[in-house]
């Protein structure tokens, strides 16, 4: 029963709604699911340290959302209830698109399925890395001296496949998201190094192939990518 304004930002790229929002003759407005009705595949979407974001964009953002707060305590105005505000600060475009209720919603649709809390860490798949489990780690200077010795192993990538064609290490690309689907790609009788741009997905990978197909040989490359280009390979892109 709570409103929800809402913004989401992306590189150069930002967005903001109300939803959930009642207005003052009692009609209720779309809610996120409305919008989006299921997550995306865990791991597609990166952190901001992953994909990177314009610095000015959060306040940007931020100073939208106070702006829709003010009109959701007060009344005046027009509230983003049932639209959607796209903002492009690169060639510094807005648009704004209509969000209509979805009969189809689970929470608020013709036949509602979903009545109370549920656990948002498992409907969305996130990997949680567990603290407790300890993984095999190498550096970024064994590596590099696995490679100058043509020592028999496996490099894998879990990075998405834009990141793969700015910089990488030549190893086979197996994004997170299809890292499961996959597992049959990946060697069981070889020392398997597994790397990321910082080592927190490559983390994730390790620990979803080990709990759900028993790998025992998964080392996670610690500081992914970025270690190695500043450690032993500056000539290296850096996103």
């Known amino acids: 029963g709570k409103p929800n304004v809402y913004a989401s930002i992306f590189r150069f790229e930002g967005q903001a709604s109300v939803f959930n929002y009642q207005d003052a003759s ?11 009705p299921e997550p995306p595949p865990a791991g597609l979407v990166p952190s901001c340290a992953e994909g990177g974001v314009l610095g000015v964009l959060p306040g940007i953002l931020g ?6 707060v003010i009109k959701v305590i007060t009344g005046v105005g027009e509230t983003l209830s049932g639209r959607l505000f796209l903002f492009d600060a690169a060639s510094f475009e ?3 698109l ?9 929470l608020t649709g013709t036949h509602p399925t979903q009545t109370q809390l549920i656990d948002y860490d498992q409907f969305c798949n996130v990997a949680a890395i567990d603290s407790e489990v300890s993984l095999q780690e190498i550096t970024v200077q064994e590596l590099d001296v696995w490679k100058h010795q043509r020592l028999d192993f496996q490099l894998i990538d879990v990075r998405e496949t834009h990141e793969y064609a700015i910089v990488n290490l030549g190893g086979e690309l197996i994004p997170l998201a299809s890292i499961a689907e996959n597992a049959d790609r990946i ?3 070889r ?23 028993g790998f025992r040989n998964l080392y996670n490359l610690k ?4 270690a190695y280009a500043k450690e032993v390979d500056p000539t290296l892109a850096t996103y």
């Open 26 to 36: 009692g009609e209720r407005g779309p809610n996120y699911r409305d919008l989006f």
């Open 63 to 68: 100073s939208l959302q106070a702006n829709e």
């Open 94 to 96: 807005t648009r704004t």
């Open 98 to 106: 209509r969000v209509t209720k979805d009969p189809k919603n689970p």
């Open 187 to 189: 060697s069981v009788n």
């Open 191 to 213: 020392k398997v190094v597994v790397h990321c741009k910082g080592g927190k997905r490559s983390a994730e990978a390790i620990q979803l192939l080990e709990k759900r197909f």
């Open 223 to 226: 500081g992914g990518i970025l």
